[in-house]
């Protein structure tokens, strides 16, 4: 069976593969898509086998092939104003609307729809597809099918990320250190504050010493042309205590650490709990000895920067003849296929400004030059 590229980014985004669902359906349809051309996919599932990551390869058992990576997550439609169902794609003024056509699916449906072209190329150096799961809370997925490309792939000449870029070349994108923090009190009646640790009060103390430290950050601006240049701390969820006349007993705050290629992370955490245990903890134990602060890591994602003559960054820039030097404020994968030793660029269709934006949609002119960037590819290996 074959779909044009249209066709498929409809029935990728038909898929509802929010994060906290399963993304296993439409893994299991790229899985049969592919064996009815002849082509055998690897599936890399997590822990509960809930969820899975695929990769294959189009093309020859060779080295210096191409990976064509992408997540096949989406973010939450919850809240949201949309005027047509998100999973349905619906075309209005020269764009699809719906949830992923930008963030990221029709990058991938795009190449998924030319296997059928790429097998009857007969290409001297293969296409490898890599599609992970859970990339949208932390870029979870990815690392295990890595370990696996790298383990079991003929060495691949680079890897082409299909974040949307409006299919500019990106060269470097931020880290994300997404930490816990869990401030333990001791109840009182609130009329005897003498009595009691407020952790709800504290954790406001912690908050606004994180907001000191991303004050002080946008003090060390990147020579990456990142918006904002510097490396973020930001507070996103706060919750804790009981009732408004009970001290609090309990508060938990998430908070994440995004930072320039240039910025090491766990500084900004280190720095964190050192106040923590010599500024906060002694006055919160003076009144109640069990009280605590305990802060863990949730996840982690390298940032990812420009190489030194990379392969990626010049097979990017030959086809599109974008030569500026762009940078990406979000985390994705590269960084961690970078980290793992592959020559890596960001490239792909869409505007990240529509991403996890109710009404998401993808310009059809985007969809076009895609599959040119794709066939361009295609004739490189195929030479």
Request: hydrophobic residues 40%; negative net charge.
């Amino acid at each position: 069976m074959t779909h044009s590229p249209r066709e498929m980014i409809e029935t990728l985004v038909g898929f509802p593969t929010v994060s906290r669902d399963s993304n296993l359906e439409l893994i299991h349809f790229v899985r049969d898509y592919l064996a009815e051309h002849g082509v055998e996919s690897h599936i890399v599932p997590n822990e509960d086998a809930t969820k899975a990551n695929l990769y294959a390869t189009i093309g020859p058992d060779a080295e210096a092939g191409i990976v064509l990576s992408g997540h096949t997550d989406v973010v939450p439609i919850d809240g949201q104003p949309w005027d047509t169902d998100p999973f349905e794609v619906v075309e209005r003024e020269g764009r699809l609307y719906g949830r992923g056509t930008a963030d990221m699916k029709s990058f991938y449906a795009i190449a998924l729809a030319l296997v059928p072209d790429m097998l009857d190329r007969g290409m001297k150096r293969p296409i490898h597809l890599a599609l992970s799961y859970d990339e949208e809370v932390g870029c979870l997925g990815a690392p295990a099918m890595i370990a696996e490309i790298a383990a079991r792939v003929p060495r691949p000449a680079a890897v082409i990320v299909g974040e949307p870029t409006s299919m500019k070349v990106m060269t470097a994108h931020k880290g994300i250190t997404m930490m816990e923090t869990v401030v333990t009190g001791y109840e009182a009646h609130s009329s005897q504050t003498h009595r009691g640790v407020s952790a709800v009060m504290n954790a406001a103390q912690l908050v606004t010493k994180l907001d000191a430290m991303a004050r002080a950050a946008a003090d060390h601006p990147s020579a990456l042309p990142f918006e904002p240049p510097n490396t973020t701390i930001h507070v996103g969820m706060i919750e804790g205590g009981t009732a408004a006349n009970i001290i609090s007993r309990r508060c938990r705050f998430v908070w994440d650490v995004r930072h320039i290629p240039e910025d090491d992370p766990v500084v900004h955490v280190d720095h964190f709990n050192a106040w923590c245990e010599s500024e906060v903890l002694p006055r919160m134990r003076s009144v109640a000895p069990e009280a605590n602060i305990e802060t863990r890591m949730l996840n982690q994602a390298p940032a990812f920067g420009p190489e030194e003559n990379g392969e990626a960054e010049r097979i990017a820039r030959a086809i599109t003849g974008d030569n500026a030097v762009h940078a990406a404020a979000y985390a994705a994968e590269a960084g961690q296929f970078q980290e793992a030793g592959f020559s890596t660029v960001i490239c792909g269709p869409g505007s990240i400004d529509q991403a996890h934006q109710p009404n998401e949609f993808i310009d059809l002119e985007q969809i076009d030059q895609c599959e040119r960037f794709l066939r361009r590819l295609m004739d490189d290996l195929s030479r």
